[in-house]
């Protein structure tokens, strides 16, 4: 029974979609705003940065709707100037090969 419910939890993660939200902050906002992006459903990782960006999220979510529900709720967060969304398409690519 292990062995049966590890495959259909397999196939529910594939169908996960992935994406990483790049996150723009006011100055003095950086750590605030990561950890209030933490305490979002659907956020699993929260990163401060360097560069062009000054946190990274990652998220994994069931479909486009939910992912738009996130974006929304990051956008809220009260500091964050902009965010860009890159949906991961990796899996998927490697699995048409």
Known sequence: MGCAYKKKFVKWRERLLQAYILINTEP???????????KIPGVKMAHAVTGQYDVIAYVEVVNIDELGRVIDRIQS???VLKTHTAISMADRL???L
């Not at 003095?28 to 933490?38: A, N």
């Open 28 to 38: 003095g906002r950086l750590w605030k705003v990561k950890e209030e992006t933490l």
């Open 94 to 96: 490697t699995d048409e």
């Open 77 to 79: 967060i009260t500091g």
